[in-house]
């Protein structure tokens, strides 16, 4: 059987944080009593009218420049007709065929599009009690309402469930690093729906697709693309087809059950919305919106790799997982001339390391270590100071009750032996000790240096300069 | 494309995305007169439209924006007191086909 | 002496109120007393005293008439279309009986602020889908001139409770002609002005980028004092532009200096148009010339597929904007175990039957594989109505048809034809898919075909977007040179 290769595209919605809805005054608000934030607009009395929310058109303007986007010069609202009681209309105001953005980029993933429309009230079951005995009833809160979305579609870029799951989080530093939106996949301000199918590696026809929605975290998401993946291939090697369908994720044990298929096929019948004028993004809001971004994830890798010249990883890293960036930036800042890719070594490497020890590897910025104080002690092993062994110890210290590295180096005694005469004679008393490595270093075993080395270590608690202790053990030998 | 008769299953079918019931005489009706007033629209196919741009606002505004400024919502209780079912401060509905 | 009072007109009750000359409260009580013997069912509800006239906020009671309010103490009969807080508000239609809005619409606020008073909310046709206000589910109002005949519609509450002197000026809404073509039928002055020109905000949405709140009046100062306090650009409605300079108040004595053209396609080569309504329309036409006007016959090629434009793009608006009714939020339900159910038994129940026929016409022109046919092109024909009426006023200070082809017809008469209905809006439609403003005066009487009493006939002048100060100027003029009377008409 050949190989299968996945074809993925996801289609994001990001609730901004505006103060007031998309289309009405009212305060958008998540989990205060139902129906406590409403009027007659986001209810769909007769004769209210919408209004547009100029700030969700700035914020909107944000993404799409972050996300590499041409911003057509005029764009217009349609409403998308279905019933459904989260819709306080039977319509929902959203942009169809004239859309805020299109054609963007972020990563290696193209954008198709991102546009702006309003979010639906939020229904609960609630089982048998309905007002016809024996019926199920649901309840419908309009808090959720009308609070401004940008939907964003991707082209189906994505070959596999991890590749979804990173671009997925690079996508929400980058919206999170713009201030519009919480960007909280457990909260539902970030919802990411993704369309999947398969195809024999190296084709490019593409396969009937399946739509999964309900996946509300990141570890959710590349499960259920997972999933469906395995289920796909499983039927296609089994003879059978991929029926097109929409795959509810149940996140407490991974299944996806098919949405049952609507007894009508949608017809959206989309028109413009008489009820509001064109959007004509001004070349003042263009510039706001282009001035208004702060560094984002890609470029910053770039600038990671070419111009500290950090490796891949680290790069990555820092510049993907924002909380280790705006520490590691953070760090640099109070670095006081300590070269950054010192720094960024302490960061990424012993500092992830000593925080997932201690289970805090989520927020190094909620840790007792400072950015400052990191920095600090990577500045006293760059200046020789202390060891690098010691500053491993510091930083134990500093993870685990915070303070000053060098009132640490002080009080613990781990600053650096720089008497060379004091060190020579620790050096000769390893020699003596330990005669069989020794003797392999006299013969050209090089490799044997280092249980001399490691002996010199441990006698002075890592206070010695490993290259100054392999340099005179050669002298010796 | 413009066809002037519609049938009855079509009717059938846009009565039920318009949530409308028809009865069974209402549905012959509405297809005969629908049919009527279809064969009188369309003699807009007659005319030559190419390159003719649609019409959906008549006067020519744009960005007629709000500032993100919130105001007071309604109280609960004078919305609810409108609603068919209230129930625990939400509207209830019957539940949609499980 | 009440009978007297009922005589005044706005123009004139207000200067007497403002003047001390006339108690408020007793003009006020003359007309509650008149609305209350309302045998054309013009109105759904009448207010009880003032105390319910003044709604919230902008209340106005006798003491407070304020002199500098323009319309200090004048009560108006407000179509049902507008929601008025706490006040029934039905739309005509049963399935908002009992809906009482939580606020208020614009163009009623404004009316307030500037003193009216809500006397009564007027009949219609049900949410204004109709030309003969048979389509009311609430019953028909009928026409003052000949109770067995139509007031025409939608807006045929307000102007049957203005012909009928039961309120001594009206508020209604036009989409296709609901304004002008009832005012017509029944003898007064009904305007619709410029697309954007009053709020939309809390007026029940019929065609949305059609529909415009206008003034039915006894004559054109009333009609102008009405437009001039509701007009304005309001935030609630980002299709509202207000008129640039506002409305003053019409002078003009004579039309020198001004043309006029005539389309051929709505006057001399349209079909349907009654002997006797011609006749009218042409002695006016002379009226304009002897007032130093210049007459000439002009074209609008694309007017003629009005109709066809205006039956798609209305209900294709309408079928959306009547989807919010569906049993969930307010207003009527019906019982049902499950969801689909409750909303299409609700919907069956609630609407009537033209209801029902534009909703589907609209879901049908919308619906997948169908847009570019119906509604796209009827976009397209729109452009092209408009840029004919462009083109005319280039040339042209107004255009003038008649505004109805037809006198008043007997109740049940068109009913059963849905087309020969739509067809009373031929000369009426083209002006609001422009935008442009349009009014209708009484310009004389005539017999309706077949013979009978006579019956009142309108005049319609249309002119370019934002002239409607200069429209009502003109309008003025040649309603003075008419001097149409009641003579004969309704007491
Ligand atoms: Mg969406
Ligand atoms: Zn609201």
């Known amino acids: ?477 | 494309m413009i066809r002037g008769m519609i049938e009855r299953e079509q009717v059938e079918h846009v009565a039920r995305l318009a949530r409308l019931k028809l009865a069974e005489e209402e549905l012959e009706r509405m297809a005969g007169e629908l049919s009527g007033i279809l064969e009188h629209v369309d003699r807009i196919s007659e005319l030559d439209l190419d390159g003719v741009e649609p019409t959906s606002h008549v006067i020519a505004l744009e960005n007629v924006l709000r500032p993100d400024e919130p105001r007071p919502s309604w109280s609960r209780e004078e919305m609810l007191e409108r609603a068919p079912d209230p129930a625990s401060g939400s509207f209830r509905v019957p539940s949609p086909q499980a | 002496m009440s009978e007297e009072l009922l005589d005044l007109t706005v123009a004139q009750a207000s200067e007497r109120i403002r003047s001390g000359e006339l108690a408020a409260d007793e003009y006020f009580d003359a007309y509650r007393e008149a609305a209350a013997g309302d045998s054309l069912n013009a109105l759904l509800w009448r207010a009880d005293d003032v105390g319910q006239a003044d709604l919230e906020g902008t209340r106005a009671s006798r003491d407070e008439v304020d002199a500098e309010r323009p319309l200090a103490g004048i009560p108006v009969a407000v179509k049902d279309i507008f929601c008025t807080e706490g006040v029934p508000t039905t739309a005509g239609s049963r399935i908002l009986e009992g809906y009482r809005p939580p606020y208020t619409s614009t163009a009623v606020r404004r009316l307030r602020q500037a003193g009216a008073r809500v006397l009564g909310k007027a009949n219609m046709d049900e949410f204004a889908m109709g030309s003969s206000n048979e389509n009311s589910g609430y019953g028909p109002a009928l026409n003052p001139w000949d109770s067995g005949r139509v007031p025409g519609g939608s807006s045929g509450g307000s102007a049957a409770a203005v012909a009928g002197r039961l309120a001594p000026c009206a508020i209604g809404t036009d989409t296709g002609g609901s304004i002008r073509q009832p005012a017509a039928l029944c003898g007064i002055v009904g305007m619709k002005p410029t697309y954007g020109a009053v709020s939309r905000y809390g007026m029940i949405a019929f065609a949305s980028s059609l529909d415009q709140c206008g003034p039915l009046a006894r004559n054109v100062t009333d009609a102008a004092l009405l437009l001039r306090a509701m007009e304005g650009r309001d935030p609630c409605d980002s299709t509202s532009t207000g008129i640039e300079g506002g409305i003053g108040l019409p002078s003009r004595e004579d039309l020198e200096g001004l043309s006029f053209g005539v389309p051929k396609e709505l006057a001399s080569e349209a079909e349907g148009i009654e002997t006797g309504v011609r006749e009218v329309f042409e002695r006016t036409v002379a009226r304009i010339e002897e007032l130093g006007g210049e007459v000439a016959e002009t074209e609008l090629p694309h007017a003629p597929h009005g109709i066809s434009a205006y039956y798609v793009l209305a209900p294709a608006e309408a079928s959306a904007n009547l989807a919010r009714f569906d049993g969930v939020r307010y207003g009527l339900r019906v019982d049902a175990e499950e969801l689909t159910e409750m909303y299409e038994e609700t919907r069956a129940k609630g609407f009537g039957p033209e209801v029902k026929r534009r909703i589907m016409l609209g879901t049908y022109a919308l619906s997948s594989g169908y847009y570019e046919a119906y509604y796209g092109r009827a976009q397209r024909v729109r452009t092209k109505i408009a840029e004919d009426f462009s083109k005319a006023f280039e040339r042209f200070d107004f255009v003038v048809t008649p505004t109805s082809p037809t006198v008043a017809f007997k109740l049940g008469e068109r009913t059963d034809d849905p087309l020969a209905m739509y067809l009373s809006d031929y000369c009426t439609v083209p002006m609001p898919l422009a935008g442009i403003p349009a009014i209708s005066i009484p310009a004389g009487t005539a017999q309706p075909e077949g013979g009978g009493t006579e019956l009142p006939v309108g005049f319609q002048i249309a002119g370019p977007a934002f002239s409607d100060a200069a429209m009502l100027d003109t309008a003025h003029a040649l309603e003075r040179a008419i001097g149409f009377s009641r003579n004969g008409g309704p007491n």
């Open chain 1, 1 to 477: 059987m050949s190989e299968f290769e996945a074809v993925i595209g996801l289609e994001i919605h990001v609730q901004l944080s505006t103060r007031t809805k998309m289309f009405c005054g009212c305060e958008p608000s998540f989990g205060d009593e139902p129906n406590t934030h409403t009027c007659p607009v986001c209810l769909g009395h007769p004769g209210s009218l919408p209004t547009t929310n100029e700030q969700a058109i700035r914020y909107a303007l944000m993404i799409a420049a972050a996300l590499e986007c041409e911003v057509p010069p005029r764009s217009i609202f349609h409403r998308k007709q279905y019933f459904y009681p989260d819709q306080a209309k039977n319509y929902q105001i959203s942009q169809y065929d004239e859309p805020l953005a299109v054609n963007g980029r972020l990563g290696d993933v193209r954008i198709e599009r991102a546009h702006l429309e309003e979010d639906t009230a939020k229904m609960i079951h609630v089982g048998e009690s309905g007002r016809i005995h024996g019926s199920g009833a649901s309840l419908v809160d309009f808090n959720r309402a009308g609070t401004p979305l940008v939907e964003i579609v991707t082209e189906p870029d994505l070959r596999s469930a991890q590749q979804v799951r990173d671009w997925a989080q690079l996508l929400r530093t980058t919206i999170r690093q713009l201030g519009v939106s919480d960007v909280n996949m457990e909260e539902g301000s970030l919802r990411v729906d993704a369309n999947v199918s398969i195809r024999p590696a190296g084709s490019d026809r593409l396969g009937t697709k399946t739509e999964l929605k309900n996946m509300n975290s990141f570890r959710f998401l590349e499960r259920g693309i997972e999933a469906e993946l395995e289920r796909q291939r499983g039927l296609v090697e089994g003879g059978e087809r991929v029926v097109q369908d929409t795959l509810h994720f149940h996140p407490e044990d991974g299944s996806l059950t098919p949405l049952r298929s609507k007894e009508y096929a949608h017809d959206y019948r989309y028109f413009p919305e008489p009820d509001l004028v064109p959007v004509v993004p001004t070349e003042e809001m263009l510039r706001g919106a282009r001035e208004s971004l702060p560094e984002l994830p890609a470029h910053r890798r770039e600038r990671y790799l070419n111009e500290i010249g950090l490796n891949e990883e680290a790069a990555t890293m820092l510049a993907f997982q924002s909380e280790y960036g705006e520490y590691f930036e953070r760090a640099v800042a109070a670095g006081d001339g300590t070269p950054a890719k010192s720094i960024a070594n302490w960061v990424t490497g012993e500092l992830v390391a000593t925080l997932r020890q201690a289970g805090a590897e989520e927020d190094p910025l909620a840790s007792k270590a400072t950015p400052e104080a990191v920095a600090a002690l990577a500045g006293l092993v760059e200046a020789k100071t202390i060891s690098h062994g010691a500053g491993k110890q510091v930083l134990t210290r500093l993870v685990e009750e915070g303070g000053d590295p060098a009132e640490i180096v002080e009080r613990e005694g781990l600053a650096q032996i720089s008497d060379t005469s004091e060190l020579e004679k620790i050096v000769d008393r390893a020699i003596e000790a330990e005669t069989e490595a020794a003797e392999q270093v006299r013969q050209g075993n090089e490799k044997a240096i280092g249980r001399l080395v490691g002996a010199v270590m441990k006698e002075t608690k890592g206070r010695a300069d490993g290259g100054a202790v392999t340099r005179l053990i050669k002298e010796r030998l």
